[in-house]
């Protein structure tokens, strides 16, 4: 089994900065990506960003240069950057994994982090 431990969440000020982490552990074979998705009450889940196996990335629009994704493949560990953040950012942010054994890609979510962001 895989589990996926999240953290780095909580109440920041608009301008401020916060760091998320996501630490994959257990059974992992290839990892195709990893990333950062959102929710906010009454929306539906979107991407932040993510970063995929050979290193490119993704953003959303409304994050681009606010947001960096970075991994490190040692631990297993996904990060997101959050700076100037915005009370638009507030939300619930969801890790996502993606593996893949040689013949299925499987999808891990963690249990997500809280950000609320106050004008």
């Known amino acids: 089994q895989v589990q996926l431990v999240e953290s780095g969440g909580g109440l920041v000020q608009a301008g401020g900065s916060l760091r998320l982490s996501c630490a994959a552990s257990g059974r992992i074979f290839s990892i195709n990506a990893m990333g950062w998705y959102r929710q906010a009450p009454g929306n539906q889940r979107e991407l932040v960003a993510n970063i995929i196996s050979g290193g490119s990335t993704n953003y959303a629009d409304s994050v681009k240069g606010r947001f960096t994704i970075s991994r490190d493949n040692n631990k297993n560990t996904v990060y997101l950057q959050m700076n100037s953040i915005e009370p638009e950012d507030t939300a619930l942010y969801y890790c996502?994994?993606?593996?893949?054994?040689?013949?299925?890609?499987?999808?891990?979510w963690g249990q997500g982090t809280q950000v609320t962001v106050s004008s």
């Open positions: 996502k994994l993606q593996t893949w054994n040689g013949k299925t890609e499987y999808v891990y």
